[in-house]
T-cell receptor, first 112, second 111 residues
Framework: DTAVSQTPKYLVTQMGNDKSIKCEQN?????MYWYKQDSKKFLKIMFS???????INETVPNRFSPKSPDKAHLNLHINSLELGDSAVYFC???????????FGSGTRLTVV | DAKTTQPPSMDCAEGRAANLPCNHS???????VYWYRQIHSQGPQYIIH???NNETNEMASLIITEDRKSSTLILPHATLRDTAVYYC????????????FGAGTTVTVRA
């Protein structure tokens, strides 16, 4: 069983569209994250949820809206997609802040 | 978080030990040293972490200097599958949920 699974793995869409990326973890962790890795390969945290509560919200445009329906899921909805949103988005989870993070395999988003 | 400095790249021969250095001269007493790696096209993978003492697990060993200003990740017998970007991260452990990645070290294991 995949510990942290993201869908879809690849997403190609046109500018202006709205899209969602789903993330599920079966590790029983209480904290989930979204990271963005751009073309320069830098990994930047976007959001973090602990027990469904938003605890980290980095400088991310309002077009990005995370939603955590329960502790095992953290979805990312993106409105009005722009070319600059093209990147690989990684979901991760952890048990509190103490232990290592487990990352998903990523969603490669391409906006054309 | 304390800033870390890593060499941008290094090569290693297959079967030999790979020693990856990391400087973190401004680390505070409550900050831990974490190591992750990212194999091409995959999500980052947790390797090991430590505070003061040396640590070892099935993947690697972590050696932290006595003054804690630097550390070394040791891959005892590097294989081609260990080719990846390795990240050294310093952070508080108890309530710091922001795991921040730097540029890391690109390690290439050669046959």
């Amino acid at each position: 069983d995949t510990a942290v699974s993201q869908t879809p793995k690849y997403l190609v869409t046109q500018m202006g569209n709205d899209k969602s990326i789903k993330c599920e973890q079966n590790l029983g962790h209480d904290t989930m994250y979204w990271y963005k890795q751009d073309s320069k390969k830098f990994l930047k945290i976007m959001f973090s949820y602990n027990n469904k509560e938003l605890i980290i919200n980095e400088t991310v445009p309002n077009r990005f809206s995370p939603k955590s329906p329960d502790k095992a899921h953290l979805n990312l909805h993106i409105n009005s997609l722009e070319l600059g949103d093209s990147a690989v988005y990684f979901c991760a989870s952890s048990q509190g802040a103490t232990y290592g993070y487990t990352f998903g395999s990523g969603t490669r988003l391409t906006v054309v | 978080d304390a800033k870390t400095t890593q060499p941008p790249s290094m090569d290693c021969a297959e079967g030999r030990a790979a020693n990856l250095p990391c400087n973190h001269s401004t680390i505070s007493g409550n900050e831990y040293v974490y190591w992750y790696r990212q194999i091409h096209s995959q999500g980052p993978q947790y390797i090991i972490h430590g505070l003061k003492n040396n640590e070892t697990n099935e993947m690697a060993s972590l050696i932290i200097t006595e003054d804690r200003k630097s550390s070394t990740l040791i891959l005892p017998h590097a294989t081609l599958r260990d080719t990846a970007v390795y990240y050294c991260i310093v952070r508080f452990r108890s309530n710091d949920y922001k795991l921040s990645f730097g540029a890391g070290t690109t390690v290439t294991v050669r046959a």
